[in-house]
């Protein structure tokens, strides 16, 4: 449990390295995950993998994962080796180790060129070392020099992995399996004998043995357990924990990615609070679950407010692709729903002072105004914001959505995240990267400081995938105005400070720490389905 915070403080990030050696005969081979050996000359033997064992806590939203994989060499020389193993794409490795005989190698993460160094400084000492490196999305390598015959191995790894449901559902997945994949020839930077590395067909019998047993906590109750990749045992603590591992006839079950699905929706709102004791800190996480999905007629109204950058740097494919996209998002309003449509580059003009009502009549005149988009001038970015978050709410039970639409050329990112963070209150924002070459850093820090989502759309033919997205990400709000406060509980450094809506794809966690006995409550304030609503969290 001491490393599950961290994710929320921290990202680690691991940059490629090109493999130098070259690795022959290696589309033939079938198994996963593997030792790869460095040396030069082919007598040298493999290690085999004799047990893969994983143990994962899950508290809330986030995965705290132990692996322990056990290898021995049965070559007769002191060799350097390649250890490549399938983790997680949303994996924040914080511990990475090898057991060799006697001895402990703790593999530094580092920048690449320093951690390259004193690897490369080790080695030719004699010393046994190890150096962890990223070569692809969900595939680590770590290398590891001198190591002797007859060393038996063991590598312990550990990570921390933030949980996202889709469609209300949650999924866990531990990959065992290695695929081959594909190198552009675009991509020079990526070695091709990392591309052919040894792979696992699925389903393919292994000659190790595998086992991982799940502690599942997420501070509600747990309405949904299963896996659809592997026999398991299940066993209820309370309500809100349970635990499940592998049945004895999948002892051989590392042959396939392990994947645990479960829900925790039930009729209303859902929630609760985990309390964690650490030194001199205490921690709580407290998560508010939506329900399951309700009748059109308990759908909070909604309104959308799109800010669209008509400026020079649009000019071409993104501003034809915003079209698009635009017009997708638009005809797919409900009748009943608000919208407004700002368009900006040196200066902006507006649909109109409020938002209009998506029938027939007005959309017609959004489609008009897109239509005749060209893409010219600056990006006065700022004042489109000031002017659209102006427009007057008129109902208190509008679920608010802005949509922001943008290549990211501009120069006034933390002015941008900044305004947006003191409206957080007034919306949901979320932001659409129109073009080749986005400005990532605005497009996500938009949808960070807006609690909101961010889409990216690079082609043409992907702004219908992300139009649907975004539709379902937002289409079902739950609960808007949302407000929390403490009676009797001293939290501080309390994140976030302003809660967005609640939407039935998206559920809401309020981290902090707190000083003395965890005595008192969180009470949470909202609108749903056109009443107060009010809750307090033990």
Not at 343 to 372: M, R
Request: charged share 20%; proline share 6%.
């Amino acid at each position: 449990m001491k490393r599950f915070f961290l994710l929320w403080t921290c990202i680690s990030i691991f940059s490629s390295y090109t493999v130098l050696a070259q690795y022959d005969d290696l589309i033939q081979k079938t198994e996963s995950p593997y030792f790869f050996i460095k040396n030069e000359g082919s007598a040298v033997e493999q290690f085999p993998l004799l047990s893969t064992q994983v143990r994962v806590e899950v508290v809330g939203p986030i995965a705290d994962v132990l692996v322990e994989q056990t290898y021995r060499n049965n070559g007769s020389v002191p060799i350097e080796a390649t250890y490549v193993f399938p983790a997680s794409t949303r994996a924040a490795v914080y511990d990475l180790e090898m057991i060799i005989g006697e001895r402990r190698i703790k593999a530094e993460i580092k920048e690449k060129e320093e951690a390259r160094l004193k690897y490369e400084e080790a080695k030719q000492e004699g010393k046994r070392a190890s150096l962890l490196e990223q070569e692809r999305p969900n595939v680590f390598q770590m290398n590891v020099a001198n190591i002797m015959p007859g060393d038996l191995i063991k590598v312990v790894l550990r990570y921390n992995e933030f949980i996202i449901p889709e469609k209300q559902q949650y999924a866990f997945v531990f990959p065992t399996v290695v695929g081959p994949r594909y190198v552009s020839s675009r991509n020079p930077g990526v070695h091709e004998s990392f591309a052919a590395n040894p792979y696992l067909s699925n389903g393919q019998d292994v000659p190790y043995s595998f086992d991982i047993q799940i502690a599942l906590s997420p501070g509600v109750p747990i309405t949904t357990i299963n896996s659809p990749s592997h026999q398991i045992d299940i066993n209820f603590e309370n309500l809100n924990k349970a635990s499940a591992r592998l049945s004895a006839q999948e002892k051989k079950g590392g042959n396939r990615d392990f994947i645990l699905q479960y829900t925790l929706s039930g009729d209303g709102i859902s929630s609760g609070t985990i309390l964690y004791e650490h030194g001199d800190e205490n921690f709580f996480l407290t998560t508010i679950e939506p329900p399951k999905l309700k009748p059109e007629t308990q759908i909070l109204p909604r309104e959308y407010l799109f800010v669209v950058d008509v400026s020079g740097s649009m000019y071409g494919f993104p501003i034809e692709t915003t079209k698009q996209l635009m017009k997708d998002l638009i005809s797919k309003l409900r009748s009943n729903d608000l919208f407004n449509l700002i368009l900006f580059a040196g200066d902006n003009t507006i649909l109109s002072p409020v938002s209009l009502p998506a029938n027939e009549q007005y959309l017609q005149l959004a489609f008009e105004a897109i239509d005749h988009l060209q893409g010219s001038g600056s990006t006065e970015i700022i004042p489109a914001l000031k002017r659209i978050f102006s427009i007057p709410k008129i109902n208190k039970d509008l679920s608010r959505s802005i949509v922001v639409v943008t290549d990211g050329y501009v120069s006034v990112e933390p002015e941008v995240f900044e305004m947006i963070s003191e409206h957080i209150g007034d919306g949901n924002v979320f932001a659409f990267g129109i073009g080749g070459g986005v400005n990532r850093f605005l497009i996500e820090g938009i949808a960070h400081a807006g609690r909101g989502e961010a889409f990216v759309v690079t082609k043409p033919e992907m702004a219908s995938e992300a139009a649907s997205k975004f539709r379902n990400y937002v289409e079902h709000p739950i609960m808007t105005n949302i407000t929390y406060r403490f009676s009797g509980f001293d939290a501080y450094d309390v994140i976030p400070a302003a809660i967005p809506d609640l939407m039935a794809e998206r559920p809401l966690y309020i981290f902090g720490k707190y000083r003395g006995k965890a005595n008192g409550s969180l009470v949470l304030n909202g609108r749903q389905a056109g009443k107060d609503f009010e809750e307090r969290i033990d």
